[in-house]
């Protein structure tokens, strides 16, 4: 069982050190004019970071289920349940750069002239800095419950 948990808690930082890096790769790439290369290069990333998003998910609830701490632990931790609610922030967010990166990359494959609008790329650019604000949290709230603050 400390095997499994080790390995779990292991894949677990990886995924989300992962999806941190993916949002700070998308912050950059959405700085300035963007080439029709570095928007299909954007919908490549954020297809990457959604599917490490479902990973951090499974991941985590193996560590719930399967974690030496039990799932008691976590089900009575209001930091456990604050840590939650800021990855579905997160995730909300991400809604919006998301649906932006695939008409983008639609647009841009049709219409080699294609130019982002500028206040698309600024709308995008809020919500990335926003997502990063939820990944702050999220570290906070897992410092916080690895150190037993909220059971």
């Given at each position: 069982?400390e ?24 912050s ?15 919908a ?10 479902m990973?951090?998910?499974?991941v ?12 008691e ?79």
């Amino acid at each position: 069982m400390e095997t499994t948990d080790l390995l779990l808690a292991i894949v677990h930082h990886i995924l989300v050190f992962s999806v941190a890096a993916l949002i700070a790769c998308e912050s950059v790439l959405t700085r300035g004019e963007l080439s029709a290369a570095a928007i299909k290069r954007l919908a490549g990333l954020d297809r990457h970071y959604g599917i490490l998003a479902m990973l951090v998910i499974i991941v985590g609830v193996g560590r719930v289920f399967y974690g030496l701490k039990g799932w008691e632990f976590y089900v009575y931790n209001w930091v456990f349940w604050a840590k939650m609610v800021s990855f579905l922030a997160v995730g909300l967010l991400s809604i919006i750069p998301t649906m932006r990166f695939l008409s983008w990359n639609r647009q841009a494959s049709a219409n080699a002239s294609f130019t982002v609008p500028a206040a698309e790329l600024s709308s995008v650019r809020f919500y990335l800095r926003a997502e990063m604000v939820g990944i702050v949290l999220i570290l906070i709230f897992a410092a916080a419950m690895a150190r037993g603050y909220g059971y």
